[in-house]
């Protein structure tokens, strides 16, 4: 297994985020499978959550921006297909440690 940035699809031996893609390879090398990478809350992967993914959640709701793809699966807390104040409200009680947004 292999894991590449999603920004510039380089190898990457740091830290996990939203859109990076796990290359799953077989025996002989060639690759079996590639996975997204989901954080959820990490609306602008970076690898974390922080103020910065509540107010691009923030923008996408008052449709100031729009997130892309596998971001706005990112914003999708609670998975339930689309993105609601509820899932900024995840953000935030996350931020404040209220509540830790499950990666399960």
């Not at 996990?16 to 989901?38: H, M, P, Q």
């Not at 923030?58 to 921006?65: D, N, P, Q, T």
């Amino acid at each position: 297994m292999q894991l590449y940035n999603a920004a510039d699809q380089k190898k990457n031996s740091g830290k996990v985020a939203t859109g990076d893609r796990l290359k799953i390879y077989k025996s002989d090398g060639s690759t079996f499978r590639t996975v997204e990478v989901i954080l959820y809350g990490d609306t602008n992967g970076d690898g974390s959550i922080s103020i910065a993914d509540l107010v691009l959640t923030r923008k996408h709701l008052l449709e100031l921006s729009s997130l892309k793809e596998t971001y706005r699966t990112a914003a999708d807390i609670n998975r339930d297909g689309k993105i609601t104040m509820a899932d900024m409200v995840f953000i935030r009680k996350h931020l404040l440690d209220l509540e830790k947004i499950s990666q399960k």
